[in-house]
Nanobody
Framework: VQLQASGGGTVQAGGSLRLSCAAS????????MGWFRQAPGKEREFVAG???????YLAHSVKGRFTIFRDNAKNTVYLQMNTLKPEDTAVYYC?????????????????WGQGTQVTVSS
């Protein structure tokens, strides 16, 4: 499975961005898709995950501001980010898992995209 993320950029605090991640290859093996992020000097952290059927789970730090959804016909997952804060600045990575359960560990995801930079200015 190959994952291609896009949609990053620079935005002012309070603004919005939508990230996209398109999967190709053996997409029939994918169930859960998710987003992680890594800020400078910090470890990569889980942001959001969604099952094939649409069940979603978001990290506490983004709940109420971010939404994850997917279009299975397009093999694409999206991360809608609203009310962005400077602390949301990071490289965002999409990931895919064969598991049908959303888990927040990097090791639970077998396929990774290349990352897209999100910068939120104050």
């Amino acid at each position: 499975v190959q994952l291609q993320a896009s949609g990053g950029g620079t935005v002012q605090a309070g603004g919005s961005l939508r990230l996209s991640c398109a999967a190709s290859g053996r997409t029939f093996s994918i169930d859960v898709m998710g987003w992680f992020r890594q800020a400078p000097g910090k470890e990569r952290e889980f942001v959001a995950g969604i099952t094939y059927s649409g069940g979603a789970y978001l990290a506490h730090s983004v709940k109420g501001r971010f939404t994850i959804f997917r279009d299975n016909a397009k093999n694409t997952v999206y991360l809608q980010m609203n009310t962005l804060k400077p602390e949301d600045t990071a490289v965002y990575y999409c990931a895919a898992s064969r598991s049908s359960m959303i888990k927040s560990r990097e090791s639970d995801f077998g396929s990774w995209g290349q990352g897209t930079q999100v910068t939120v200015s104050s």
